[in-house]
């Protein structure tokens, strides 16, 4: 059957998009960071050293790189877009899921934080 034939509820919205839009902007932040990270030099003297390097030496890094940056804002431009509708909608009102959205934004943060000051 094809995949737009399949029944779906009334309420349903393009605003529901953002959930899957999250996921998939998830595996490919998880995909350029498996290749960043091959590259990449966890030392403090070397780790500027080594985006420099994955910048100009590594056969399509550049890309990689910024793909992997964009694919950040992108995230959080789809999860700021998931909370507004969940806030629009009312779903905060659920407690399980007002705590396991909150606890996963502020991880999300804390995850993008030390993301951007890896090459520092």
Known sequence: KPFNLLPVGSNISTWWNFGSMLLTCLMIQTLTGFFLAIHYTANINLAFSSIVHITRDVPYGWIMQNSHAIGASLFFMCIYTHIA???YY??????????SGTTLLITLMATAFFGYVLPW
């Open 85 to 87: 509708r969940g806030l």
């Open 90 to 99: 009312g779903s905060y009102l659920n407690k399980e899921v007002w705590l």
